[in-house]
């Protein structure tokens, strides 16, 4: 047998995730091989609070959990600073747009989701239906709206540098807010439509400049800042709030 099937059967057994204790806590980590990966290294999901230990090709098992044990207290720590995940609720306040709205249940309404205000003069985001049904009903309108304005802002910076779009998509991305490929192929996280309008549009503008420039050279910076002069304002809001959009609508 070749060392490339034993390489294969091994893995096939190995298991997918381990567990470490640190300070009387326990914590699940997801291994990950990666072909390209020349070192162990970890990471933390941030939509998902998923700790993601990524192996080289030759690592062993035994490696990969000493690695993980070593950096425990990092784990934690890593941990312990992202915001507590919070379903969508009635009365649970999120910012659509950057402008706080209300969740309010409105179970006897006919329709889906839609926003208007209260009587206080504070904005709602009112959902019809059934209360098992409200948590997804919340989540498809906002990517629903995400989509909508992340469309017109891509391609409305692609028509000013002239260069074409052939598709933009919304995930949940855990790792990046957006995303471009070389066949014209953009991803955005829709958790972008909680932020100010400027940053979504910063985002659009983003990743626009990278059908002209797949790298971040600084002909690529002087691309974004032309299209997009609120650039180091949204970079700034990002670093400083964005790994909170992470908690809303996670259970």
Request: with cysteine; charged share 25%.
């Amino acid at each position: 047998m070749s060392l490339r099937a034993l390489l294969f059967r091994r893995r096939r057994a190995e298991p997918q995730s381990l567990e470490i204790a640190f300070d009387q806590a326990v914590y699940a980590v997801r291994l990950r091989r990666h072909p390209q990966a020349r070192r162990y290294t970890l990471r933390i999901q941030a939509a998902t609070r998923e700790v993601v230990l990524t192996l080289p090709p030759r690592g062993s098992l035994r490696e990969a959990r000493a690695f993980a044990e070593r950096h425990g207290g990092w784990i934690a720590a890593r941990l312990g600073r992202l915001p507590a995940a919070v379903p969508f609720a009635p009365g649970l306040v999120i910012p659509l747009r950057g402008v706080d709205h209300r969740i309010e249940h409105r179970r006897g309404q006919r329709g889906t989701v839609w926003r208007e205000l209260g009587a206080d003069g504070a904005p709602l985001l009112c959902v019809a239906g059934d209360a098992p049904h409200l948590g997804r009903r919340v989540a498809d309108h906002l990517k629903r709206e995400a989509k909508r304005d992340l469309d017109a802002a891509t391609r409305s910076y692609a028509q000013k540098l002239g260069v074409a779009v052939r598709r933009v998509s919304i995930r949940d991305q855990s790792s990046r807010w957006g995303s471009c490929s070389t066949s014209g192929v953009l991803s955005y996280s829709w958790r972008l439509i909680l932020a100010p309008p400027f940053v979504l549009d910063y985002l659009a503008a983003h990743e626009v400049a990278h059908l002209i420039e797949m790298n971040h050279s600084p002909r690529f910076w002087r691309t974004v800042l032309r299209l997009c002069p609120d650039t180091r304002r949204a970079k700034v809001w990002l670093d400083t709030h964005g790994a909170g959009l992470h908690r809303y609508g996670a259970g």
